[in-house]
């Protein structure tokens, strides 16, 4: 074993430091500052533990025994686990003019959640009908017209900090992906009105770049009734996975066990 103490460096020393300070660099722009620097400090932790003198160490390439097998043999983790993925909740639609008798009741179910602040992000979709629209074109849909229609449900409007408005079913376009790139958000729940409409198509489109997907659906509800809302489910479970489908109502303690699950993928 070849140890190289702070007077017997290397004469690339310098060579290497600026090659790890462009990685940083890259690290950065893929993961965001804070957690590059939870990451770094991770790793330098479980380093210093692991050597057992707490010098660099170099080792030829023939010795297996390397840092990252006594890392993997002591700990048995996968060292990409440390990267913290950022959530969010998205709640779609829930509008004045989208209650009916089928849906009114997932209002207090969200606000619920909202109330135990288990998401820290929570973003509100507004969809906004048109004139030009597929819509009114083509199924003669008329409603969401009026600002009452479209106003966000008084129940739960208080927390509807950050909102996006929209004139189509998908929720996911380019003004959401870039909210969710610059606070680093990996992974979406998403709730709201219809499940077999504008839910299904947001969830399908981040699905498809490549952000994990949940759908709650005890949080979400179709004005066509059960049958809609359970097709869609059906659906969703082909398309996204059964595993990505929440049925049940979630807490804090049961939103980390997801968590947990995701991580250890």
Known sequence: MISVSAA???PFWILNFYTAFLACLVFAEVLGWLNLLAFTIIVLGIYFVLTSDGKIEQQPKEVKDTFYNRLVKHSNFKIYSFIIMNYCLFVIDIQNGFLNQNT???VENIKFI??????EDVVFTRFINTLD???VKYLNWHQLFSETEQKIVDAIKPFAKVVFDKNVYTACNQET?????KRNIQIVFICGI???GCVLKTAIDFFENNI???VLTYYSA??????YHQAAILVLSQLIGSSNIITEPIDKDKLNKYLEKIQQI
Do not use: A, M, Q
């Open 212 to 214: 994990i997907t949940y």
């Open 177 to 181: 992906l870039t909210f969710l790139k």
């Open 104 to 106: 009114s009741h997932v």
């Open 133 to 135: 629209s597929p819509y």
């Open 114 to 119: 909202l109330e135990e602040n288990i998401f």
């Open 194 to 196: 219809d499940t077999e």
């Open 8 to 10: 017997g460096r290397s």
């Open 222 to 227: 179709s004005n066509g009734g059960d049958n």
